[in-house]
T-cell receptor
């Protein structure tokens, strides 16, 4: 079983819909990251969370440390939001290395 | 543009050949990470450097793999005697210790071993 599980693996939505991507992890963490990966490989960090909730534009990320669960929400989705969204956790220690989920492929149709 | 560059972007090689990839991190970043990503999977940690010191290596990094970061600036990842299972995207990321652990990723090098 992977230490980081994401659901769904694939998600197709119509433009304007509210999107939720879930991430569950099985280990103790010091931080959780949400990243976006476009076709061709480039990865961009969206959020880093250790508690609570963060918002940036139409993106909202929440984390529940007790339940070992995080969600990424996209409001008023747009075709340009189409990408792979990856959850990654930092498990503590001094190395700051990340353990990644497999990603959720989001396709937003116009 | 995150500021992390990788070269080459694509590499096709025959099984058994050696390949070397280069990563240039954001100039003031003291931490540098290498990850490997296969199709349909999330990236997996390979190794990381703090300045020029290689502080951790994953068990995924067999003895055919070697990484260096001379002078704590750019880094190279070499794969000797490549195998078809080495085909993957090799990602480099850098961060600045003490400020935040936000890792900035390069565009990756896609390796295809025939």
């Amino acid at each position: 079983k992977n230490e980081v599980e994401q659901s769904p693996q694939n998600l197709t939505a119509q433009e304007g819909e509210f999107i939720t991507i879930n991430c569950s992890y099985s280990v103790g963490i010091s931080a959780l990251h949400w990243l976006q990966q476009h076709p061709g490989g480039g990865i961009v960090s969206l959020f880093m969370l250790s508690s609570g909730k963060k918002k940036h534009g139409r993106l909202i990320a929440t984390i529940n440390i007790q339940e070992k669960h995080s969600s990424l929400h996209i409001t008023a989705s747009h075709p340009r939001d189409s990408a792979v969204y990856i959850c990654a956790v930092r498990t503590g220690g001094s190395n700051y290395k990340l353990t990644f989920g497999k990603g959720t492929l989001l396709t937003v149709n116009p | 543009d995150t500021g992390v560059s990788q070269d080459p972007r694509h590499k096709i090689t025959k099984r058994g050949q050696n390949v070397t990839f280069r990563c240039d991190p954001i100039s003031e970043h003291n931490r540098l990470y290498w990850y490997r990503q296969t199709l349909g999977q999330g990236p997996e940690f390979l190794t990381y450097f703090q300045n020029e010191a290689q502080l951790e290596k994953s068990r995924l990094l067999s003895d055919r793999f070697s990484a260096e970061r001379p002078k704590g600036s750019f880094s190279t990842l070499e794969i000797q005697r490549t195998e078809q299972g080495d085909s993957a995207m090799y990602l480099c990321a850098s961060s600045l210790l003490g400020i935040s652990d936000t890792q900035y990723f390069g565009p990756g090098t896609r390796l295809t071993v025939l």
